[in-house]
């Protein structure tokens, strides 16, 4: 039950009644009134064949059509960054063309879509608005006849803008309307769904009303991070004063921070230049090479793929997809070990070193020089300074490697010596045997199958090995100067020693790519396999790679993916204390860095070229750059601040058109809901003195859905909330002696203040997509629970047998006769008296009888402590305990339901026992 059906109803039972929506905290009302505007503003007028959203970016070819009637509309300190091409591009490779000289024959033949934002005028500095010619139409109605045109229209009033019949789409963005291009982009894109409905005529064909509903979702979105309940103020403080102070230090010339948070990046800055001599400046755009984190990016996506096809068996050994090295040292090493960085293998090799004459060949033998530089004595059939058919890999312009010297490279692999003791040791040796792997299992080449499989689906066409073939040298960051092997500036190339010479293309190092499309790839990982509206990867390789798979051992690694510590060390972590068990990700040597949390939904790049000009640099570790920042990520999301009227605002007593009054607190001065939108807000009960129950702390969010036509409201704060705006905030006085008896909470009060704050407002069919999204998060909660229900009874049994034979030795007593014991210690915040917690729990009379449990029902169970809603066992028993802790509670009767019992299923004067979990405790009450 959502609905609000009595206001004191409500009042009393707030805080357990409102149950499982996503608590949101309070957020920049202005932010969120201007960018809600453009999601209910910016209408899909047409969509023929459903052309949106766009789908098949493999094999879609892309242009923009670029014209002098570009959008002048919006304060352009707004629209940096939001303007309809620069975030288009944000989802796949677009180029543009000039709209005032068509070539549409020649244009027709490369692309397969082509976007235009078509504008009736542009305002002059006198602020008239010069109007577009007949030409200007008749160009685009040719080019639509015979192509597929999607129609961004930006115009400046009804019956004024020409739109041709023979458009595929047409998106409609109002004037004056900040974030509203950023919005259309993303509804073509499916990344937001198409809400907005006409608010006037816009043409004789397109009337007041009309609208397209459109899905969204399938894409990262790009959104402020209020939107999301994140104090953004706090975030881009935090984050530029970080980076900004590795920057001084000298850790890095310039770095680049992307944020994510729930499927919407929500922070992307850029900070410094690519060099010291600031010469060129960090661009969003711009491609870094991702070092070892091409690990988590390259290959093992394509592992993970085929392991979902059923293609791959991680507990093979490697010969199996590997069979040179049948006979060797590691035949039998199984992939999941070897991914996990737990086969006992060498952390590397220093290949280009065993190329030197007089050095031996390998460094496990005698005469190997650990400190050798290139002084240009090869041995034969490795390098030359001049190019031709045998030295046909390029190192550098005046470095060839022989083109056999790779399977030198994997004998050397073969031959190496295996480490005595089996313990987690950081390895690349497998990375560079997964390319051919991938290549033998798929009978394709390994490039062409990732880009085709993987990051072209997802538009993400800067994921890319030699970069310097697609992409201009100046916009790819540079690494390292080089003075030990290939002498010179690296640029465009691999860092990596070894993956330069495996041809730039392994998956020990070698990818380079954007942060914007290593977030997109980051973000199917995310969502266990789905990016785009197709399931890329199954999702069980994402959640079989995802998570440990020898934490027993001490052994934190997923397979491929890093993890947190198992034991949080400040000193070590290259993570904030925050990130949850769940979370992966990897980092690289050249200063980059990625970490996902599933629990948050949380997304963190961190791109530098730290080694610039020298590898010799520890300072970016040394100054804890990448973890501080992790570590502001999570305070921007816990970080709860409350409305702050503006300085001109006043409180105002109102009455509402039916009699209701109220204190007007804090209003935004935006619009209130429309008929049919939901309301949702933020609400809470408190005497005089203290708040005794809050939506917030309880993790509820209440809405109410405006009428869509005229009902009499059954309760004041259904009279109120239609006249109320995003961020608006009231108070309802109530004189505790006109009610039959005080609640619970207010027994020493005379009155009872009820303060509703509105947290947003949405249209029907983005509740309704909302809701359907819950229901399937429940659905999986659900599955999860019910799935447990029998080990969780059987680890009751078990342990039952042992409190009868007076075997557990842990168990501590009250002296109010309440027994415990915690089988696994967890390190939240304690569960005292005026929080609420969220429970699993099985409960079992003392013969064994199961007479109830959450598991069952495949539901958290949430109550206020110390509030008498459940019984005195409970109240008194959960005060123990902590968030993360898993325990038994041994209740004796008069804790219980006492002499009466609870029929049929407990019998009178019984004692009870409850394994229980606590799931999460909620804040004190605010």
Known sequence: MRQITQFIGLILTLVIGMGSLTAQTLRDSKTIELFEAARNRVC?????????????????????????????TVIPALQEGNDLLTVLRKYTHIDTLNM?????????????????????????????????????????????KVAKVIVVARNTGPNTLKVPPGIKALVQVPPSTVWGESVAAQIIFGALGARGEMSEDFSDEFKKGRTFVSTGKARLSYMPPAVLGIDGYYLDQQVKSIVEEGIREGAFPGAQVLVAKDGAVVYHKAFGYH???????????????????????????????????????????????????????????????????????????????????????????KKWDTNRINDGRYRARTFSSTPSADYSVKITDDLYQHKGFRKKMMKAIKKSPLREDKEYVYS????????????????????????????????????RYNPMRFYPKDRIVPTEKDTFFRLTQLHGTVHDEGAAMMGGVSANAGLFGSANDLAKLFQMYLKEGSYGGEQLIAAKALQEFTKCQYCEEGNRRGLGFDKPLIEYDKSSSSVAEQASPASFGHSGYTGTFVWADPETDLLYIFFSNRVYPTRNNPKIYRLNIRPRIHTALYESLDRKSEAVPPANFEPKELISSNGTNYRLDYSSGGKPAQKGDYVYFHARTSSESRVVSSSRSAGATPFYQIPKSDTKPANPVQDILPDLALGDSIT????????????????????????????????????????????????????????????????????????????????????????????????????????????????????????????????????PLGRGRVIDGWDQGFQLLREGDKATIFVPSHMGYGERGSPPVIPPSSDLIFYVEVVKVWGLSN
């Open 732 to 863: 309802i006085t109530i004189a505790l002696d006109t009610l039959p008896s005080k609640p619970p909470g207010f027994e020493n009060s005379d009155y009872l203040y009820f303060t509703l704050t509105v947290t947003d407002i949405v249209s029907e069919t983005e509740h309704q997509l909302n809701e359907m999204e819950k229901r399937l998060s429940d659905a999986k909660t659900r599955r999860v629970l019910q799935a447990r229900e029998k080990e969780v009874a059987s680890f009751v049994q078990d342990m039952l047998k042992q409190y009868k034979a007076g075997e557990l030795d842990d168990q501590v007593k009250t002296d109010r006769g309440l027994d415990y014991i915690i089988h696994e210690q967890g390190t939240g915040q304690i569960a005292e008296a005026g929080r609420t917690v969220e429970v699993n729990y099985y409960g079992v009379l003392p013969d064994g009888t199961m007479f109830d449990n959450s598991f069952q029902r495949g539901q958290y169970f949430l109550f």
């Open 44 to 72: 899909l007028l047409k969509n023929d064949g459903e052309i949106i959203p766009v789908m098949g970016l493999e094999e879609q070819k892309i242009a923009y059509l670029q014209h002098e009637f570009e959008d002048n």
């Open 100 to 144: 005032g000289k068509p070539e549409i024959e020649t244009w027709t033949k490369k692309y397969s879509l082509f976007i235009v934002g078509l504008q009736d005028g542009i305002l002059d500095d006198q602020g008239n608005i010069r109007m577009a010619d007949d030409s200007y139409y008749a160009d685009l109605e040719a080019l639509s």
């Open 275 to 365: 060099t010291y001599d600031s010469s060129r400046a960090v661009d969003l755009t711009d491609i870094y090479d991702f070092a070892s984190v091409s690990k988590v990016t390259s290959a093992l996506p394509a592992v993970m793929k085929l392991y979902g096809e059923d293609k791959f068996d991680l507990d093979a050994p490697l010969k199996t997809y590997a069979p040179y090295f049948s006979g060797s040292n590691k035949a039998n090493l199984t992939y999941r070990e070897m991914l996990a960085h737990y086969a006992r293998l060498r952390p590397w090799i220093p290949y280009w070193q065993g190329t030197l004459k007089g050095n031996a060949k390998y460094p496990w033998q």
């Open 428 to 463: 690349g040796l497998l990375f560079y045997l997964l390319p051919d792997i991938v290549s033998g299992l798929t009978n394709e080449d390994y490039e062409t199958y990732l880009y085709k499989n993987l990051y072209d689906k997802m538009g993400a066409h800067t994921l």
